[in-house]
């Protein structure tokens, strides 16, 4: 028999006073599978947060939820606060009752809610690109209905979509943070399967250049901002048939051909210096992170809770480490060549 907030306040399971609705937590339930949330160190440590902050007294939003039939309520929105009240319950703190809201919508709207909430830790990119990919696949949504449901751009859709197909040591640079989404994505559409190799390339650059991250500014060729002005300039100086066709003459177009000869250079040159770089590699042995680069170790840390590392007395990423051993091995070696 289906259930109702109506049927559920006749027979207490609700109580309604001025401020709203409210039920006991055991009566809230949460859906296997339908919070796409990785129980991961960044959600852990945005649970103590919220942990102490509902100990210590704080209110936090009504929980938005739908009738169960078997009894009670299913969580649409609101998994860590219920989460964090139930921590509370077992630390003896008296949870009597929680306060809730029904969530009005269809099955499609539910789970697009886990991305637009604003009383949320945001989703993660991999964690976006697991309800843009249920939303496709399993309620045959397309890119501009997703965009629609999720306030995102159709081409924000289109990339975290690709990135839930992508092979899974692209989804874990992105998921440790090591590289942006638009440059996993770039990298996927240019090279397919082996994505993944082209982006430990792209690492060892940005590492080279002191960064902790991969973006588009690190990989991306460089053109000068005058040069690209003036490229501007002289289009704007050519003539344009009815078929969009434009037309340069004379100097103008030698000089136009020379800035696009450059532009092509500076790819080529990039292209090169990327593919040279070694490819720092790390491996846990014990409770320590050793890095080395080109078979020589240059660095090593120790392991801090199973996946991050303490360095210099901070808590941080792997990637970030290894970053910073490439970043310190390479200034090494360029003191020691100055000094010769």
Known sequence: MANSFKQMTRDGSIKRTDTGMFIALSDIHVREGFNKREDDERTRQADDELFNYLMNGGSVPPLEVIARDEGGVWVVEGHRRRRCYARCAEAGKPVDRIHIMPFNGSDVQRLARIMTSNNQL???????????????????????????????????????????????????????????????????????????????????????????????????????????????????????????????????????????????????????YRLSQPIPSAEV??????????????????????????????????????????????????NSHDSQ
């Open 285 to 334: 042995r014990g409770k320590t992170l050793h890095v080395s680069l080109g078979g020589v170790e240059i660095g090593t840390a120790q392991i801090y809770r199973g996946k991050n590392v303490t360095l210099n007395g901070v808590v941080t990423s792997q990637s970030k480490a290894v970053a910073h051993f490439v970043k310190q091995h390479k200034l090494q070696q360029e």
């Open 122 to 272: 945001p989703l993660s990119d991999m964690e976006q690109a697991a309800v843009i990919q249920e939303l496709h696949n399993a309620f045959n949504q397309t890119t501009s209905e997703i965009a629609k449901l999720v306030n995102k751009s159709v081409a924000t859709v289109e990339k975290l979509l690709l990135l839930s197909t992508a092979n899974h040591d692209v989804q874990q640079e992105v998921k440790s943070g090591a590289v942006s989404v638009d440059v996993a994505v770039d990298r996927v559409r240019e090279y397919g399967e082996q994505a993944g190799e082209v982006l430990q390339h792209d690492k060892a650059v940005a590492a080279a250049q002191g960064k902790t991250k991969v973006t588009r500014s690190s990989i991306a060729p460089e053109l000068s901002i005058k040069n690209a002005r003036r490229f501007v300039e002289l289009m704007a100086q050519a003539a344009i048939s009815d078929e969009g066709v434009f037309t340069l003459e004379g100097t103008a177009l030698a000089e136009a051909l020379s800035i696009i000869d450059e532009h092509k250079a500076i790819t080529d040159a990039r292209e090169t």
